[in-house]
């Protein structure tokens, strides 16, 4: 299971962003008493097209994707050297498959700021530069590991050449992600757990109070954006405490609320569907009466894959997958025969990329 883990500055928010995607239900305050286990929680992937399938097939059982979700404790300026919680969170942060970083720009005066004022582009450095001095130890250590071998290997003279091509990047203030890595080296290096090489979104986390354009921070919200615009990366705005709120409602109060406020798709829905594709990951649907699930895919997957991922017994066993993409199967009034006459029901071969929508029946023998 992919895990997305969720960090930031203490008192930045995350919990809250936490309780909206989870409605888990988490103590919204500070990590007290030397705490560092985190808050988790699998979360169902809000899908249209899955609730469609189930209203279509109406079937005994309806499975639905999920995501896990940790809500790591705060990172402290200087954690890289043991200030706050110092590597017990840097360790949880190395768990994660992908990070959701929440940047505070909320005001209120009884959950002061632990860096005194509100600036968000120096808060999303600030973490930043831990990440990267935490890969930086790892290189360190790894460095002196090879060095006091008496012999290496041609693989290791190689591994510690591109180790000091990464050190003297990091040097620079600049995360892994942006060093250009191969395929071939980053799964070379995955075993380092580099928290700079995995992907990021930035969560804007505002209050209600700030929903207007001419908020004071509007400008330096701006600026942090057009940063992590430049470096590739993806940011979202949420109102998080109202979002929690908001996510304690029945659906028909929650819709009456947002169209009162403006609010198009709850942010636990946008939040969910960005952190499912920060992962790098897609869904593809078996349905019938029995069940519809959503099975999950790393984008690039082939057919065996989806296969595997539903029983070890069908990769075994493939001869052939029968595809129709969802929406051609709607657009033929939801049916299969109709598909099968349109020529949209396709019979795929092993090697087929799965696209995200894609509605599978396996045909396997053993």
């Known amino acids: 299971m992919l895990k997305c883990g969720i960090v930031g500055l203490p008192l930045c928010?995350?919990?809250?962003?936490f309780n909206v995607i989870t409605r888990a239900g988490a103590e919204v305050k500070p990590y007290a008493s030397g705490k560092t286990e985190p808050n988790r929680a699998l979360v169902s992937v809000p899908d249209r097209r899955f609730d469609r399938l189930v209203e279509i097939f109406e079937p005994k059982k309806e499975t639905p994707a999920t995501v896990e979700?940790?809500?790591?404790?705060?990172?402290?300026?200087?954690?890289?050297?043991g200030a706050g919680l110092g590597n017990s969170f840097l360790s949880f942060v190395?768990?994660?498959?992908?990070?959701?970083?929440?940047?505070?720009?909320?005001?209120?005066?009884?959950?002061?700021?632990?860096?005194?004022?509100?600036?968000?582009?120096?808060?999303?450095?600030?973490?930043?530069?831990?990440?990267?001095?935490?890969?930086?130890?790892?290189?360190?250590?790894?460095?002196?590991?090879?060095?006091?071998?008496?012999?290496?290997?041609?693989?290791?003279?190689?591994?510690?050449?591109?180790?000091k091509k990464l050190q003297d990047h990091l040097m620079e203030e600049r995360p892994?992600?942006?060093?250009?890595?191969?395929?071939?080296?980053?799964?070379?290096?995955?075993?380092?757990a580099f928290l700079t090489l995995k992907p990021e979104l930035v969560v804007l986390n505002l209050d209600e109070t700030q929903k207007g354009v001419s908020w004071p921070l509007l400008s330096r919200a701006e600026?942090?954006?057009?940063?992590?615009?430049?470096?590739?990366?993806?940011?979202?705005?949420?109102?998080?405490?109202?979002?929690?709120?908001?996510?304690?409602?029945?659906?028909?109060?929650?819709?009456?609320?947002?169209?009162?406020?403006?609010?198009?798709?709850?942010?636990?829905?946008?939040?969910?569907?960005?952190a499912y594709a920060l992962l790098g990951l897609i869904?593809?649907?078996?349905?019938?009466?029995?069940?519809?699930?959503?099975?999950?895919?790393?984008?690039?997957?082939?057919?065996?894959?989806?296969a595997g991922?539903?029983?070890?017994?069908?990769?075994?066993?493939?001869?052939?997958?029968?595809?129709?993409?969802?929406?051609?199967?709607?657009?033929?009034?939801?049916?299969?025969?109709?598909?099968?006459e349109k020529g949209l029901l396709r019979l795929e071969g092993k090697e087929y990329p799965v696209k995200d929508g894609d509605m599978i029946e396996i045909r396997f023998n053993i």
């Open 223 to 274: 600026e942090l954006e057009a940063v992590l615009k430049e470096k590739g990366l993806e940011s979202v705005r949420i109102f998080g405490a109202l979002e929690m709120d908001l996510a304690e409602l029945v659906p028909d109060e929650q819709r009456e609320f947002m169209a009162d406020l403006g609010i198009e798709e709850p942010g636990r829905d946008r939040l969910i569907h960005r």
């Open 94 to 163: 190395a768990e994660s498959d992908a990070l959701l970083h929440v940047v505070r720009l909320f005001g209120n005066p009884d959950v002061p700021h632990p860096e005194e004022t509100l600036d968000p582009l120096r808060d999303w450095r600030i973490v930043e530069v831990e990440l990267m001095f935490r890969d930086l130890g790892v290189i360190a250590n790894r460095l002196d590991r090879l060095a006091a071998k008496k012999k290496t290997t041609p693989q290791e003279v190689a591994e510690a050449e591109l180790l």
């Open 176 to 192: 892994l992600r942006e060093y250009g890595l191969t395929d071939e080296q980053k799964r070379a290096l995955a075993g380092f």
């Open 13 to 17: 928010g995350k919990s809250t962003v």
């Open 69 to 81: 979700f940790v809500d790591l404790a705060g990172l402290s300026r200087d954690a890289s050297r």
């Open 309 to 340: 991922a539903i029983h070890s017994d069908l990769a075994r066993g493939f001869i052939r997958a029968q595809v129709v993409a969802y929406e051609d199967f709607i657009a033929a009034g939801a049916s299969l025969p109709a598909c099968r």
């Open 283 to 306: 869904s593809f649907f078996t349905s019938g009466k029995d069940e519809v699930r959503a099975w999950t895919l790393s984008r690039g997957d082939n057919a065996v894959d989806a």
